[in-house]
Structures are given as C-alpha cells and as structure tokens.
C-alpha cells in the first residue's frame, strides 16, 4: 500500500511539475521568443526603409522624374513584414510589424495581413489578424478599442491614420464576411478605404472572433513628420 501511495504522489509531483512547466512556456518563453522575433522584423524593416531611402535620395525618385519607389504596385511577399502598426490605446510603446498572410509561422512574428484584402491604404478592406494571448500577446487590449481611437500605420514612405468607427464586434470564426470589401455587420454602406482588426475570443480560447472596423481618416508622408496621434 505504501509503495501505491508513493507511486502515486511521485505522479502527481510530476505532473504538477509538467504543468507548471508548461504554463511557464505559454505565459512567458512564448512571448519572449515573439518580442524578439517582432523587434527582428521591425529592424529588418528600418533596415530596408533606410536602404531605399539613400538610392533615392531621400525623396523617393531615381535620377529622373520617374519615381523609383511605387507605393502598393507590387502584391507584397508572402511571410515578409511591409509595415509597422501603432494604436495608442494600446500605450504609446505598442507597435508591431505586418507581415504578408495568416499562416501560423506568420502571426509568431506579428500581425498577419489577410491574402486577397486590400492593400494599405487602397480602396477597400485592408484587413489584419493578431494573437489575442501567447506570441506576445499582441491584441491583449483589444476589447478596449473605442470610437474615435487611431490605428496608424507606416510603410516606409507613408503615415495612413485610420479612426475605429465602433466597439469590437464579437462572432464566429466562419464569418468571413467581416473582411469583404465593404465588411458585413461593420454599418458601411459602400465602398471606402477600411480597416478590419482581427483577434480571438475569448481571452484564452478561440470558440468566437472580435472584430474592430476603422476608416481611413489622413495620409501624409513620412518627412513630415508622426502624425499627430503618436504625439505625446
């Protein structure tokens, strides 16, 4: 009897032991291994950004008047980071890279654009996904979002400040009509220039989806400087 109830108490330690090990993993190692990975992807950014901006002379054109960087022309790369986005809701430090696709390789490293959306800033439904929990816990605050509240996004040559029309809206991950062109149940009446957010819910779990809509509300260009929502 006592070897049973040893048994059974050195199981129960080691399990323990394994669950705990596991909850360390999730809550923590996760988002360590995700804020690096974003901050690489963020760098790799700068990096070409910056590269981009010295074969042009700092004004986006070649040795003529031909522009050598056209904005939106080219679909973006599948798996690779084209902008960084900022919601100062979130504080004033939160900003994470947006990489081509929703694959799960993709969204361990920042937010994820959906494929066949529009691209940023174009006509339509530009439309992004972000973990809620684990990888960093990008969207954590997403029920947060309120009316009025900026998104603004940057791809090297342009600020775009979209403005969150209404609180997240919550429903099934089959709904894929939330990031149509002109988005389901988002109050649009016609075609315009939209953000869709994306996140699970709930907290922990993915039985359901919130879901954040904005319009585009101002573009400038980068040499002018933030645009006033990252304004401290």
């Known amino acids: 009897m006592r070897v049973i109830v040893r048994t059974v108490s ?7 032991t394994l669950l705990v090990l596991f909850v360390v993993y999730v809550l923590f190692w996760t988002g360590v ?4 990975a974003m901050d690489q992807q963020i760098d790799r950014l700068q990096d070409r950004w910056a590269e981009q901006s010295l074969a042009t002379g700092g004004d986006g ?36 890279p947006v990489l081509q696709g929703t ?4 969204l361990k490293k920042g937010l994820g654009h959906y494929a066949r959306t529009a691209q940023l800033g174009d006509k339509g439904n530009f439309a992004v996904a972000g973990h809620r ?11 947060e979002l309120r009316p009025g509240d900026a998104v603004v996004l ?8 979209y403005r969150i029309d209404r609180k997240p809206y919550r429903t099934l991950p ?14 649009y009446r016609g075609p315009g220039r ?39």
């Open 10 to 16: 050195e199981l129960c330690v080691t399990v323990g």
């Open 33 to 36: 291994r995700a804020d690096r």
């Open 61 to 96: 054109k070649g040795d003529g008047d031909a522009p050598l960087l056209a904005r939106n022309v080219a679909p973006y790369d599948d798996g690779e980071p084209f902008a960084v986005m900022y919601i100062p809701r979130f504080g004033f430090t939160w900003n994470k």
């Open 103 to 106: 694959a799960t390789g993709t």
């Open 133 to 143: 929990r684990t990888y960093g816990d990008p969207f954590k605050d997403f029920p």
């Open 154 to 161: 940057t791809d090297g040559t342009t600020w775009f400040t």
């Open 174 to 187: 089959g709904d894929i009509g939330v990031i149509d062109p002109v988005p389901r149940g988002s109050g």
């Open 194 to 232: 939209y953000l869709t957010l994306t996140t699970c819910e709930p907290e922990w779990g993915h039985s359901h989806r919130l879901i954040a809509w904005a319009h585009l509300d101002a573009t400038q260009p980068v040499e002018a400087g933030k645009p006033g929502a990252l304004r401290r």
